[in-house]
């Protein structure tokens, strides 16, 4: 860790330029990428945790914004032994101080959607929904979980792809996305915060889609790429096809990760994670999200909740304690686990019979979302805001490359292929300008 005095300078410092953004709230050391693989600190990171989603899509509902919810759900948390949790649905409008304050001192990390039902790409008509009202209600998002340490990562998208190739021509507006959600982070925070994209798992097309979010000019490629696996039903490493998953995937040069993961087809015997533990699979991947805490229509869950307002008891189902069985029998690896130190890109996916992508260009951000990159985005719509799915126009302009590389705190590093996307030096240099700002500032 800084010290103190050096980081509140550098927090002073950053605050002025960005427009006075909130300091972070919690005292837990940030996740970061390096390579191939998620790091705390210098230990090795693997996900190990549950998506959560108390009510499911139909309850519309903040599990983050209400401690009557979290808290006893922490606590179970806490019994699973688990390290990460993914949110689909959070209120921008709302503050989340405690929740995410009871994570971090239970040591878990947050991983958020960054759209909503609201405010998201329509796979359909993905052009008139990239507009300026979506990114102010993602930047809003951010904005409010950037403040704490525990937010690892931002999905910038979830199975907007999927099976139909007509979908994968939204493909370029979830790209966009991304390159300026990382593009406002860097601008306007003083710390890494992940964003990647959350995919379906499409044979047809699950390669290319790795591959489209990982090519071109380093601020338009992810940071990780995960997707949501289900090939798994109570079998093991060869019959579920994941060993040919791995080798797919190897020296893919991201992070990696299964944002969904738990067949039931069968009893949930949860050994997907003897395997994600596994030397066959850590140099590759760093961990998985099992689907899901609570039960819902879908049937998935290990927690059930008998209240719509979600603050009921919690009653432990048979598979929340084969879930925690398989975290306790299966910990994470000590070392490095073979991960890879660099980090590169892959080229471009060309257009098929199964990918509608014919430009590696990517849409210009609009025009009156750019003020946000100094302004920031002010009070987000919150989950029942008017929408934005059809406030842009038909067609959109065409960015040139690396235009979202403006702004910065040391995050992007032009030599990524070779050092990663963070090093030390760019954070020397990086501290060192903002010192050399401060003192300037103080001797005026």
Request: hydrophobic share 35%; aromatic share 10%.
């Amino acid at each position: 860790m800084r010290s103190v005095s050096l980081l509140s300078a550098l927090a002073a410092v950053t605050a002025v330029q960005a427009g006075a953004v909130k300091p972070r709230q919690t005292k837990i050391t940030p996740v970061t990428a390096k390579g191939n693989a998620f790091y705390v600190g210098n230990q090795r990171f693997y996900v190990r945790g549950v998506d959560y989603q108390p009510g499911g899509s139909s309850a519309n509902l903040d599990p983050l914004a209400d401690p009557d919810v979290c808290k006893p759900d922490i606590e179970k948390f806490i019994k699973l032994g688990i390290n990460v949790i993914r949110v689909y649905s959070t209120d921008n409008a709302k503050d989340h101080t405690e929740c995410m304050n009871l994570l971090a001192d239970a040591g878990i990390y947050v991983v958020l959607d960054a759209n909503n039902p609201l405010y998201s790409i329509n796979r359909e008509k993905p052009a008139p929904s990239y507009n300026a009202e979506y990114l102010q209600s993602v930047f809003a998002t951010i904005d409010e979980f950037a403040k704490y340490d525990n937010t690892m990562a931002f999905f910038s998208g979830n199975e907007v792809i999927h099976d139909l190739v007509e979908t994968t021509r939204a493909a370029r507006f979830v790209k966009a996305v991304t390159r300026d959600m990382r593009q406002y982070i860097r601008t306007r925070f003083n710390r890494q915060i992940l964003v990647g994209y959350s995919a379906a798992d499409v044979q047809e097309n699950r390669m290319q889609t790795a591959a489209y979010f990982n090519c071109g000019p380093d601020d338009e490629r992810s940071d990780f790429f995960a997707f949501n696996d289900y090939s798994w039903c109570t079998s093991n490493f060869i019959t579920s096809g994941w060993d040919k998953k791995v080798q797919n995937f190897t020296d893919y040069g991201l992070p990696i990760f299964l944002s969904e993961y738990g067949c039931i087809q069968n009893v949930r015997d949860f050994g997907e994670l003897e395997s994600l533990m596994h030397s066959n699979m850590t140099s590759v991947y760093s961990g998985g999200l099992m689907y899901e805490y609570t039960y819902e229509e879908n049937k998935y869950g290990i927690v059930t909740i008998d209240d719509k307002a979600q603050k009921g008891p919690r009653k432990e189902l048979p598979e929340f304690a084969n879930f925690a069985k398989a975290m306790k029998d299966f910990p994470a690896p000590a070392g490095d686990g073979g991960a890879s130190p660099t980090t590169h890109s892959q080229p471009c996916p060309t257009k098929d019979a199964h990918w509608d992508v014919d430009s590696t260009l990517l849409p210009a951000m609009p025009e009156g979302a750019k003020k946000y990159l100094t302004d920031g985005a002010g009070k987000g719509p919150g989950l029942n805001g008017p929408g934005s799915q059809n406030s842009g126009p038909a067609e959109v302009e065409d960015a040139a490359p690396g235009s979202g590389a403006g702004g910065g705190n040391g995050n992007t590093n032009k030599n990524a292929a070779t050092k990663g996307r963070m090093d030390n030096a760019s954070l020397f240099v990086s501290g060192a300008v903002l010192v050399a700002t401060l003192m300037g500032a103080v001797a005026l």
